[in-house]
C-alpha cells in the first residue's frame, strides 16, 4: 500500500479554457469594463450634446429635417435684439444671484458652525428650499409675486398701511427681473450654505484658539483662517452654482415665461421658446450651444482663479 | 518671566465637576509638568490657564496678576497644541509672524523676531516651507517658534509629543528641556507620559479624577510617594503592590508568605498595602524562593515575572539573569525602599 503524504501530493494542473485565457487579456478585459460607462455615456450625453451642435447649424423645423446652413443661425441671433437681451439677463442674473447666494449662504454656514441650540433642526429647515421640487417653489413665488393676491403687497397695504397700491413685481422689465433674481437666491441657498458648512467644519477648531491666543479679532480669524482655508470648496461650490444658475430654466418659466416683452428670457427659456414652442429647433440648438462659451469660461475662471493653491498640494520641497 | 498660582480652580461642564478644586503654585522660571492618565483634568486646567476654557470657581494668576476674566491674547502666554495648530495655508515665516502681524508690526521686526526664533531652533532653511511639506518634528519645532516669537511670560504645552514616533519622541524631549534652559521661561507641560514627566520636570503635578495627587520634585515622588496612584504610576516598569497585613516585625500575604519590613518601621498590625519597585528587588541567596514565570531581556536590564504563592510580582534587575520560566529564583527587596500604604485610605504610612 503506498501512501501519499502531504508533502510529496501535488495537485494536477489544468489547463484554463478559452474563457479564462480571453478574461486574462489586459486589452480585452479592459474593453469589457469600460463598455457599460462609455456605452451609457455615448447614449445619453454623447449623442443629446452632439446632436444639439449639429442642429445649431441646420435649419431644422418641427416636421421638417433641415439642411446644414453653417453659422447663419448664429449671425442672425446676433442681431436679434430679445437674444442679446437674453444674453444680458443670463449674466446679470447669474451674477447678482450668485454674489447674493454666496453672500446670505456663507453667513449662514458661519452661524451654522456656532454651537447654536437646536442646530440640526434649524440645519434641516435651511435643507427645505432645495428639496421642494423647484416647480412647486415657482409657483409658490408666483403667488407671491402676484399683483392681486400678493402677500407681501397685502401686508404693506392692508396690515401695514405703508403703501395704497399693490406691488407691481413681475407685470414690468426691471422688478420681474430682480423678483426672479431673488427666488433663485432663496432656492440656492440651502446647497451653498450646507456645502461651505461642510467646508468650516473640516477646519480645525485649535487653529482658531492658536489664533485667539495670537491675538486675532473675530474679524481676523474670519479673513486669516476661516477664508483661506475655505477657498478650495469655495471655487468647486460656486463653479456649480454659476453653472446651475447660467442654465436656470424651470424658475423662469414657470413665473414669468421670459415676459414681460421677453425681458426677463434666459438663454435656457429662449431656446426653448424658439426650439420647442415656436418649432425651429435649429434656431433653438443656436441658442442653446451659445451658453457653452460662457460656462466654459466660468468653470476656467473659478478653478484656475480659486482652486488648488501650493498649501494643499503634495509633500513636494520645491 | 513670571510666576503662575492656581487657586482653588474647579471647572464644571454642565453638572458634571472635572475638576474638584485644584491649587498649585509654579515659582519663577520652573518646569511644571502635570501627568496623569486620560481624563484626568490635566489638559482642561492647562486649557484654563492658557484661557480657553472659562474657570467655574477659584482663581488663576499669572505673574501675580489674576486673570480669570483676562482674554487670552492679554495673558502673555504662548501655548504649542498637541496637533501643533499650524496654519496650512501658511509659510513656515507667516506661521511664526502671524501674531506681529496682527498686531499691525512693521516688516522688519518681524523679520527680526522670526529670524531669532529660527535661529534657536535651526529652521532658517525651512521659513519659505508649508506645514505639509514638513516632518513631523520640523511641524512641532515650527508650533515652538511661534510661541518663542511671542516673548511670553508663561509657555504652555499641551502633549506636544504625543503625534511623535518613539525615537523623535526622546530626541524633541531633549530639544525642549534645553530650550527651557536656555530662555527660562515658566512652562507648563501637560503629558500622560510618566517618562516625560520625570526626564523633563523641575516639579511633576500628579493628577487623577480631578485632583491632585502628589506634587513635588520627580526624585521626591519616586522615593516618597505619597499614595498607592502616585506609586503605581511613577516608575517604569511599575511598583509592585501587595496587599496583606502586618505581623508582627514582617508583612504577611493571605498566603501566608512573610515580606521584610522597612528597618525601624512602627506599625500597627492590620491591612496595609506593601509597594516594592521591580528595581529593588535583589537576588538573595537568602531570600524568597520564587518561580520564574517570564523573562524579558532588555539588553541593560532584565525583566522577571515571579510568583509567589498566590502573589505574582515583577523584578528588574541590572545584572544578566540566565533563567527560564519555570526556574526557582531566591529574591528579596531591600528593605529600606519598601514603601507602605493605608490599606483604607491608600495613603503613606
Not at chain 2, 71 to 95: E, G, S
Not at chain 2, 162 to 187: G, Y
Not at chain 2, 256 to 269: H, M, Q, S
Request: hydrophobic share 50%; charged share 15%.
Amino acid at each position: 500500500m503506498s501512501a501519499v503524504t502531504a508533502a510529496q501530493w501535488i495537485k494536477a494542473r489544468r489547463d484554463p479554457s478559452w474563457i479564462v485565457k480571453l478574461f486574462d487579456w489586459k486589452p480585452f478585459l479592459v474593453v469589457m469594463c469600460l463598455l457599460p460607462a462609455v456605452g451609457l455615456l455615448m447614449t445619453f450625453l454623447t449623442y443629446p450634446l452632439g446632436l444639439g451642435i449639429f442642429l445649431a447649424f441646420t435649419d431644422t423645423t418641427i416636421g421638417r429635417s433641415g439642411s446644414w446652413v453653417g453659422l447663419e443661425n448664429f449671425e442672425y441671433l446676433l442681431t436679434d435684439p430679445i437674444f442679446l437681451n437674453a444674453v444680458f439677463y443670463s449674466v446679470f442674473y447669474t451674477a447678482i444671484a450668485t454674489v447674493g447666494k454666496f453672500g446670505l449662504g456663507l453667513w449662514l454656514a458661519l452661524l451654522l458652525n456656532q454651537h447654536t441650540p437646536f442646530k440640526s433642526i434649524i440645519r434641516a429647515i435651511i435643507l427645505l428650499p432645495w428639496i421642494v421640487p423647484t416647480v412647486l417653489s415657482a409657483i409658490a413665488f408666483w403667488w407671491i409675486y402676484d399683483p392681486q393676491f400678493s402677500i407681501i403687497s397685502y401686508i404693506f397695504v392692508e396690515v401695514l398701511g405703508w403703501r395704497s397700491t399693490n406691488i407691481d413685481f413681475i407685470n414690468t422689465e426691471w422688478p420681474a427681473r430682480f423678483s426672479l433674481i431673488v427666488a433663485n437666491i432663496w432656492r440656492g441657498i440651502p446647497f451653498v450654505a450646507i456645502s461651505l458648512l461642510a467646508g468650516l467644519q473640516t477646519i480645525s477648531p485649535s487653529l482658531y484658539e492658536a489664533a485667539l491666543l495670537d491675538g486675532s479679532t473675530a474679524w481676523q480669524r474670519f479673513r486669516f483662517i476661516t477664508f483661506p482655508m475655505l477657498l478650495p470648496i469655495l471655487a468647486i461650490v460656486m463653479t456649480f452654482s454659476i453653472i446651475f444658475t447660467f442654465t436656470d430654466f424651470q424658475l423662469v418659466y414657470a413665473i414669468t415665461r421670459g415676459g414681460p416683452v421677453n425681458s426677463t428670457h434666459l438663454l435656457a427659456t429662449l431656446a426653448f421658446q424658439r426650439g420647442i414652442a415656436g418649432g425651429e429647433l435649429g434656431e433653438g440648438a443656436a441658442i442653446a450651444v451659445s451658453m457653452i462659451p460662457f460656462l466654459v469660461a466660468a468653470t476656467l475662471f473659478s478653478y484656475f482663479a480659486l482652486a488648488r493653491r501650493k498649501w494643499q498640494q503634495g509633500e513636494s520641497n520645491d | 518671566m513670571a510666576t503662575v498660582g492656581v487657586r482653588d480652580v474647579r471647572k464644571s461642564f454642565g453638572n458634571f465637576e472635572v475638576l474638584h478644586g485644584v491649587s498649585v503654585d509654579i515659582a519663577d522660571g520652573d518646569f511644571v509638568v502635570l501627568v496623569g492618565p486620560s481624563g484626568c483634568g490635566k489638559s482642561t486646567l492647562l486649557r484654563m490657564l492658557a484661557g480657553l476654557e472659562n474657570i467655574s470657581a477659584g482663581e488663576i494668576s499669572i505673574g501675580g496678576r489674576v486673570v480669570n476674566t483676562v482674554a487670552p491674547k492679554d495673558r502673555d502666554i504662548a501655548m504649542v497644541f498637541q496637533n501643533y495648530a499650524l496654519y496650512p495655508h501658511m509659510t513656515v515665516f507667516d506661521n511664526m509672524a502671524f501674531s506681529m502681524k496682527l498686531a499691525g508690526a512693521p516688516k522688519d521686526v518681524m523679520e527680526q523676531e522670526v529670524g531669532r526664533a529660527a535661529k534657536i531652533l535651526g529652521l532658517e532653511t525651512l521659513l519659505q516651507r508649508f506645514p505639509r511639506q514638513l516632518s513631523g518634528g520640523q511641524r512641532q519645532r515650527v508650533a515652538m517658534g511661534r510661541a518663542i516669537v511671542r516673548n511670553p511670560q508663561v509657555f504652555l504645552f499641551d502633549e506636544p509629543l504625543s503625534n511623535l514616533d518613539a525615537k523623535l519622541r526622546v530626541q524633541m524631549r531633549s530639544e525642549i528641556k534645553e530650550l527651557h534652559q536656555r530662555l527660562k521661561v515658566t512652562t507648563v507641560y501637560v503629558t500622560h507620559d510618566q517618562i516625560e514627566a520625570m526626564t523633563m520636570a523641575d516639579q511633576i503635578v500628579v493628577m487623577n479624577h480631578g485632583i491632585i495627587e502628589q506634587a513635588g520634585p520627580p526624585l521626591v515622588l519616586y522615593d516618597r510617594p505619597a499614595n498607592i496612584f502616585v506609586a503605581g504610576f511613577i516608575g517604569s516598569p511599575a511598583m509592585n503592590l501587595i496587599a496583606g497585613d502586618i505581623d508582627g516585625d514582617v508583612f504577611r500575604t493571605p498566603d501566608g508568605t512573610a515580606w521584610p519590613l522597612p528597618p525601624g518601621t512602627r506599625v500597627t498590625p492590620g491591612p496595609v498595602t506593601y509597594g516594592i519597585r521591580p528595581e529593588h528587588l535583589r537576588l538573595d541567596p537568602e531570600g524568597m524562593p520564587a518561580l520564574v514565570q517570564l523573562v524579558e531581556p532588555t539588553g541593560s536590564e532584565t525583566q522577571v515575572l515571579f510568583r509567589l504563592g498566590e502573589t505574582q510580582f515583577s523584578g528588574a534587575f541590572r545584572e544578566r539573569v540566565t533563567t527560564r520560566p519555570g526556574d526557582m529564583l531566591r529574591v528579596g527587596p531591600d528593605p529600606a525602599l519598601v514603601h507602605l500604604f493605608d490599606k483604607a485610605t491608600g495613603q503613606r504610612i
